[in-house]
């Protein structure tokens, strides 16, 4: 199926939510910055500009090649009688590709835009401790391999988004704002890293419960819930206007869902942390703010204020139970939460779509999908970042995780007007 035609204004309002995605980034970027430490606050910020930058030339030089259009040139496959469309044949570096406003060049745009916000996610998991160069040759694999080729199957008319026409699973796998291409691939890459890493040092002692880091400031936590808020109504307005051809009418559905996400998981995380310990824990409560909106890429387009309302509490609920999970008993040391927001976020709104949006039909394609992502993306970045990390360790040494990340490889702290050393952690 190709992609939608746009009229003049459905090409205006939706180059108006593209430039707002942008506002996604910052917030990410914060979220990482402001639940890690203070010694590496500036090398975190220094870090997303980096994962931004290599993940857009990456994906220009060759990820796009992969990922390609719906009804643009491909690999397919006859298998049983049925065709299976299972990667791109575009050309390197965008050649070919007319950049003059027409959905295939908002779809570049959109794009190149949306894979840097998967390469951000696994920043915030593994803070403090991986090092500048590592996370910019872990997101060249995700922005070249990893991305396109799931974003081909899901948005660039794959084998995946033929599960309809092919083997009348509702209309195929759906996911207009990218919740399993962005959201869940980014955050299955966050729990690859985070098992080659390892915890930071300190945080699982010998004896007794995990220590509490906290992060260093949950002000810029808090303000990048609203700019992330922004984004991803961008996001999602964009995205379902290309890839699912909704008229430019239907953005004021897919905004409010988008709000009412992230307000009901923000609450539910709120409600949770007062009732068990005794009060709302904030950073806990931005987690919930951005598991929502994770949740509502993939369904807003198509459900109801209400049952959105009903799919963000309970994002907000099991990202909270999540965080603990992982944290106390599988000893994931995920200081942003990435795995638990973006990951089963992400994964729950996929589901949640099938559930509120379809019928049984639909519900097993989205099954299909989310199967594929925990049984092939999962695999092969872990892969992938194994096999960095054999050639150039990703985890910084002992004494820069002492003398924290800004120091060691930037040469200047974040606050050199603070001390922002933890002398009981020096003497771990």
């Not at 090398?43 to 994906?59: D, E, G, K, P, R």
């Not at 796998?173 to 890493?197: C, K, M, N, P, R």
């Not at 459900?303 to 990202?319: K, N, Y």
Request: charged fraction near 10%; aromatic fraction near 8%; include cysteine.
């Amino acid at each position: 199926m190709p992609l939608p035609a746009l009229s003049d204004a459905a090409t205006a309002v939706t180059i108006l939510f593209i430039l707002l995605v942008p506002f996604a980034a910052a917030g990410l970027a914060l979220i990482n910055t402001g639940l890690g430490r203070s010694r590496s606050a500036a090398h975190s910020m220094l870090s997303s500009l980096a994962v931004i930058a290599t993940a857009a030339l990456v994906y220009f030089v060759c990820g796009f090649a992969w990922q390609g259009i719906a009804g643009g040139p491909a690999h397919v496959l006859m298998l049983a009688g049925k065709p299976w469309n299972w990667i791109a044949a575009d050309r390197f570096f965008l050649r070919g590709v007319e950049l003059n406003g027409s959905p295939a060049s908002l779809v570049v745009w959109l794009e190149l835009l949306s894979v840097s916000l998967a390469g951000l996610i696994p920043l915030g998991s593994g803070a403090d401790r991986w090092r500048l160069g590592a996370t910019c040759a872990s997101t060249a694999l995700l922005a070249g391999l990893t991305y396109p080729v799931y974003a081909h199957w899901v948005r660039g008319g794959g084998w995946l988004a033929q599960l309809g026409a092919n083997y009348g699973l509702g209309n195929g796998f759906l996911d207009a704002g990218g919740a399993s291409s962005i959201q869940v691939v980014g955050g299955l890459t966050a729990l690859a890293v985070t098992w080659i890493l390892g915890p930071r040092r300190g945080k699982y002692p010998l004896v007794g419960m995990p220590a509490a880091i906290p992060g260093h400031n949950v002000v810029l936590v808090l303000l990048a819930c609203l700019l992330a808020l922004l984004g991803w109504t961008g996001l999602n307005c964009a995205g379902a206007m290309l890839f699912a051809g909704v008229e430019p009418g239907r953005v004021v559905l897919i905004a409010v869902n988008t709000l009412l996400a992230a307000a009901a998981a923000a609450m539910a995380a709120a409600t949770v942390t007062r009732v068990r310990f005794g009060k709302p824990d904030a950073s806990l409560c931005a987690n919930g703010w951005v598991s929502g909106l994770v949740a509502s890429s993939a369904a807003s387009a198509f459900v109801a204020p209400g049952a959105m309302v009903a799919i963000g509490l309970a994002a907000g609920v099991l990202t909270t139970f999540a965080v603990e999970l992982l944290e106390l008993r599988l000893t994931v040391d995920d200081p942003a939460g990435g795995i638990s927001v973006h990951a089963i976020g992400g994964i729950w709104g996929l589901l949640a779509l099938g559930v509120f949006a379809g019928g049984p039909g639909q519900l097993l394609a989205q099954l299909v999908g989310v199967a594929t992502l925990l049984g092939f993306v999962l695999p092969l970045t872990y892969g992938l970042n194994w096999g960095l990390n054999r050639i150039y360790p990703q985890r910084v040494s002992p004494d820069g995780e002492r003398h924290g990340m800004d120091l060691h490889e930037l040469g200047a702290g974040a606050y050199p007007e603070f001390m922002t050393h933890d002398e009981d952690f020096l003497q771990r």
